[in-house]
């Protein structure tokens, strides 16, 4: 209510709170003022604003509407907590958005008050923070997904442990679990959560309830965090990679624009890895059922990933075969190096990020691209995580060729036919190639492959073969991390398979408060 009398499109008044800034600004001024006496000394009054739009209107004595509204409340709130207008500017995805985005729009309100300024920016550098400190942008750093990420920064900055913060990668899946109103999930700290319904501490670990050795086949996502966190638990662990680089999925998708600082969650993994002397780490080093055997660990972890196919399906998502022609590519063949010949056609059933990432790598490189979707947006599900407008604007620069409700319905090496998923008009699209980001599967030869041998478990003392991460259940990262995660945790452990929300308390109380 507050912010709408401040913007002159909401505030039609043409009393004494409407028409100049000063009366604009009344209602807002009287409203701290108020609050002020009613607490009294108890505590402070903090006020949030948005500076976004203000910043953006032009003022008759002022730089703009932001820098009027500021210097007349100046020293009134205790605090100024300032911030983006929209969510997309406010929790830019890193993607797009870089750390510390918000000084060019907030820069000036430490120079107009004497009041403390508080301000945010997905900060996840500590020479980032101390650099606004010191350059006098802001006097305290605020930080919800960096502190999501790793709950105890502020600690490690302290002790001189930078090198153990477990920095945000800037994805956005907890602004996307907010959005779709689900519990908050976070793609570098799993326990992000459930440090109540599981118990979960991101710092603290259960000691090991055996004496156990731990393979895990796959160094992927899943892999890394699954013997991270087997070995902070105080377990004999092996992680074995057929390729030589650790990695998975990631060591291609880092590659593509805007998406290096996900590199983090390989990054921060390996190096607490590497400092562990109950690990060990082997790269070219693929593994087969006979070796799982011969090994002598008794609990085994397949992480061994996903791939993409060249399904396609209906409106209705039914399965309509596959596209098996010369010239049809997934991503895999992408990260294999492959590079389509120009035109492609990108056509995105994933509706994640990827597709449009993908189409826009392309046309940078220099090639003629269409994208096509049978959803009403590029990249549809980015607009939980505050990408969407920001994957349209990067197409567009590009010059690619956006296609949205359509369904591929042909190609033959020269034109792709595109059908409307509502009317199903045709139309035909140039396509030498064609880049197929719909539906993957998980790898799974090796465990079915060991699954085949169960009855020679005892003999080689293995007590457990699972799969995790893309092996189990093809999904976003941070369903990979989740994953691992859950299968080192709960190594010998008892559970009764409820959350706590849904054990009654008085039987079963929660744990002691973190």
């Not at 000394?41 to 932001?66: F, M, T, W």
């Not at 059922?289 to 002598?296: G, Q």
């Not at 073969?465 to 994953?483: K, N, T």
Request: with cysteine.
């Amino acid at each position: 209510l507050g912010y709408e009398f401040l913007l002159e499109e909401y505030n039609h008044r043409t009393d004494a709170y409407g028409g100049s800034v000063t009366n604009r600004v009344r209602f807002v001024r009287e409203l701290i003022e108020a609050t002020k006496d009613a607490v009294g000394d108890k505590c402070g009054v903090a006020l949030r604003i948005s500076l976004e739009e203000l910043r953006a209107k032009p003022s008759q004595h002022y730089a703009s509407e932001a820098h009027e509204v500021v210097t007349l409340l100046s020293d009134l709130p205790d605090l100024w907590d300032v911030k983006m207008d929209s969510s997309p500017t406010d929790c830019g995805a890193s993607r797009f958005r870089p750390e510390g985005a918000h000084e060019p729009i907030i820069d000036f309100v430490k120079k107009v008050t004497n009041k403390p300024v508080v301000g945010v920016g997905r900060f996840t550098s500590p020479d980032t923070m101390v650099s606004q400190i010191k350059r006098g942008v802001l006097d305290l750093i605020g930080g919800a997904r960096p502190s999501i990420a790793d709950p105890f920064l502020p600690n490690k900055i302290r002790e001189g442990r930078e090198d153990e913060i477990r920095e945000c990668i800037g994805c956005n899946i907890c602004i996307a679990s907010w959005h779709d109103g689900v519990p908050v999930r976070c793609t570098q700290n799993a326990t992000a959560g459930e440090e109540w319904r599981k118990g979960w501490h991101p710092e603290k670990f259960a000691s090991p309830g055996s004496s156990d050795k731990i393979l895990i086949v796959g160094a992927g996502p899943a892999g890394l965090e699954a013997g991270l966190i087997a070995a902070r638990r105080g377990y004999q662990v092996t992680i074995a990679e057929k390729s030589n680089e650790m990695g998975g999925r990631l060591l291609f998708e880092t590659k593509l624009p805007g998406l290096n600082t996900w590199g983090r969650v390989n990054e921060y993994r390996l190096y607490a890895l590497k400092q562990m002397s109950n690990v060990e780490l082997y790269l070219d080093s693929e593994l087969d059922a006979e070796d799982i055997l011969n090994l002598e660990h008794q609990r085994v972890a397949i992480a061994t990933g996903a791939h993409w196919t060249r399904s396609l399906y209906s409106s209705l998502e039914i399965p309509v075969g596959e596209l098996n022609k010369p010239n049809v590519y997934t991503p895999d063949d992408l990260a294999r190096g492959v590079t389509p010949e120009s035109p492609v056609l990108v056509y995105d059933f994933d509706n994640y990020y990827l597709g449009g990432v993908i189409a826009e790598s392309l046309a940078l490189q220099g090639l003629e691209v269409s994208y096509a979707t049978p959803a009403g947006h590029a990249s549809a599900w980015t607009i939980m995580t505050n990408e969407q407008p920001y994957v349209h604007q990067a197409l567009d620069r590009c010059n690619v060729d956006v296609h949205t409700q359509k369904l591929l319905s042909d190609f033959d090496g020269g034109e792709a036919t595109l059908s409307n998923i509502f009317t199903k008009k045709s139309q035909r699209v140039p396509a030498k190639s064609v880049v197929l980001v719909g539906l993957r599967l998980p790898n799974d030869d090796l465990y079915q492959a060991l699954l085949a041998r169960s009855e020679d478990f005892s003999r080689a003392g293995i007590k457990s073969v699972e799969r995790i991460g893309d092996a189990l259940a093809p999904g976003a990262l941070v369903h990979a991390v989740y994953s691992g995660h859950s299968f080192s945790r709960e190594l010998d452990r008892q559970t009764n398979g409820l959350y706590l929300r849904d054990i009654p308390i008085a039987e079963y109380p929660p744990g002691p408060v973190i």
